[in-house]
T-cell receptor, first 113, second 115 residues
Framework: DGGITQSPKYLFRKEGQNVTLSCEQN?????MYWYRQDPGQGLRLIYY???????QKGDIAEGYSVSREKKESFPLTVTSAQKNPTAFYLC????????????FGDGTRLSIL | AQSVSQHNHHVILSEAASLELGCNYS??????LFWYVQYPGQHLQLLLK??????LVKGIKGFEAEFIKSKFSFNLRKPSVQWSDTAEYFC?????????????FGTGTKLQVIP
């Protein structure tokens, strides 16, 4: 079955370290997204990519970086510049065309030690 | 900028009670509207969507939503909830056309159904 795989499920980071969250999709979707989910704040868009080798900042991109070297993969790096990285991170993908909903992965919970 | 408001943050119902979760959006044009559900420990899933046509939309698991353009609302309803409906529900909106569609999510409503 096609879907989105996020790994790891739980991730711990020491302060001052960068950490990379993996997101892979086999849905042949052009567009991919990273969201951050915090209690009471819903989902906030970090970065999105409409096509390979192109990506755009979302609403809360500071302290994060991404790459899109392959259609299937959209890794997110949480850098040491992100002051409050503890959160639940969700990756999503879509065909990118009008009216199509997003498909979500199971998420990665990042905690700071 | 578009925004979505879900005024009910936490709802507790007994089984067989009726459900209505509010969703209001602000956007100056026509929109596409979605409801997503996140069951405990699972990923977000699409519950239903509205693009055009009949404003009463039927989704999976007996859920429905009504788009009322004059009220900028897209409330989610279910006549009789079950314990298995315990989850967090998110309303989302996108503009209808034009390349990348930025999705704006509401803050979510946690539904707890008591057996």
């Amino acid at each position: 079955d096609g879907g989105i795989t996020q790994s790891p499920k739980y991730l711990f980071r020491k302060e001052g370290q960068n950490v990379t969250l993996s997101c892979e999709q086999n849905l042949n979707h052009d567009a991919m997204y990273w969201y951050r989910q915090d209690p009471g704040q819903g989902l906030r868009l970090i970065y999105y990519s409409q096509i390979v080798n192109d990506f755009q900042k979302g609403d809360i991109a500071e302290g994060y970086s991404v790459s899109r070297e392959k259609k299937e993969s959209f890794p997110l790096t949480v850098t040491s510049a992100q002051k409050n990285p503890t959160a639940f991170y969700l990756c999503a993908s879509s065909t990118g065309t009008d009216n199509q909903p997003q498909h979500f992965g199971d998420g990665t919970r990042l905690s700071i030690l | 900028a578009q925004s979505v408001s879900q005024h009910n943050h936490h709802v507790i119902l007994s089984e067989a009670a009726s459900l209505e979760l509010g969703c209001n959006y602000s956007y100056g044009g026509t929109v596409n509207l979605f409801w997503y559900v996140q069951y405990p420990g699972q990923h977000l899933q699409l519950l239903l969507k509205y693009f055009s046509g009949d404003p009463l939309v039927k989704g999976i698991k007996g859920f429905e939503a009504e788009f009322i353009k004059s009220k900028f609302s897209f409330n989610l309803r279910k006549p009789s909830v079950q314990w298995s409906d315990t989850a967090e529900y998110f309303c989302a909106v996108t503009p209808p056309r034009g390349g990348y569609q930025k999705v704006t999510f509401g803050t979510g409503t946690k539904l707890q159904v008591i057996p």
